[in-house]
């Protein structure tokens, strides 16, 4: 099976722009979860979509939002870009049981001027 | 809320030594499961193994095993036959059994040295 694919896996953008982050899960698994990585924070969940329905939620700001498609392809926007959100971006696909092992993409960098 | 620790930012081991990890963590939770996930300079984030805390048997896999003490909330990893490509940040992580969420420890630096 192909693994998680993240794309793009670079991008520079600059301070009050928008950004749309992609994510394409293993075949078969339902659930996108989406971790941001910073020196300063670590690995921050972010929030995991499952059957196209957000079910879980970390403290970000509302600027950071995603959605899941019908194929499980998901989706991260962040709008409004800040220095701070310069970082990388993973996302982890996993069957729908709770527990089960997350498989991580390649990540996305990005980095805000 | 969960919380997890790995009170060693940075370790290095000789090639073939063994080396041993260390992670503590907090929850109020009775059912849960535990991960070590190694990042290379890659970045690629890759599992290295998973514990269910229902289960009292150590998880093990290949040169990589766990020493799992469910009262002391201690989740630490061992690895024996230290090889290069071992060289790696390893991240300690809980997940409760109510959630797909992971809560991760700040990793540690390992090296090995040939």
């Known amino acids: 099976k192909a693994g998680v694919t993240q794309t793009p896996r670079y991008l520079i953008k600059t301070r009050g722009q928008q950004v749309t982050l992609s994510c394409s899960p293993i075949s078969g698994h339902r659930s996108v979860s989406w971790y941001q990585q910073t020196p300063g924070q670590g690995l921050q969940f972010l929030f995991e979509y499952f059957s196209e329905t957000q079910r879980n939620k970390g403290n970000f700001p509302g600027r950071f939002s995603g959605r899941q498609f019908s194929n499980s392809r998901s989706e991260m926007n962040v709008s409004t870009l800040e220095l701070g959100d310069s970082a990388l971006y993973l996302c982890a696909s996993t069957t729908q049981a709770p527990g089960e092992t997350q498989y991580f993409g390649p990540g996305t960098r990005l980095l805000v001027l | 809320a969960q919380t997890v620790t790995q009170s060693q930012p940075e370790m290095s081991v000789q090639e073939a030594e063994t080396v041993t990890l260390s992670c503590t963590y907090d929850t109020s939770e009775n059912n849960y499961y535990l991960f070590w996930y190694k990042q290379p300079p890659s970045r690629q984030m890759i599992l290295v193994i998973r514990q269910e805390a229902y289960k009292q048997q150590n998880a093990t896999e290949n040169r990589f095993s766990v020493n799992f003490q469910k009262a002391a909330k201690s989740f630490s990893l061992k690895i024996s036959d230290s090889q290069l490509g071992d060289t790696a940040m390893y991240f300690c992580?809980?997940?409760?059994?109510?959630?797909?969420?992971?809560?991760f420890g700040t990793g540690t630096s390992l090296t090995v040295i040939p």
């Open positions: 992580a809980f997940m409760p059994a109510s959630g797909n969420q992971f809560y």
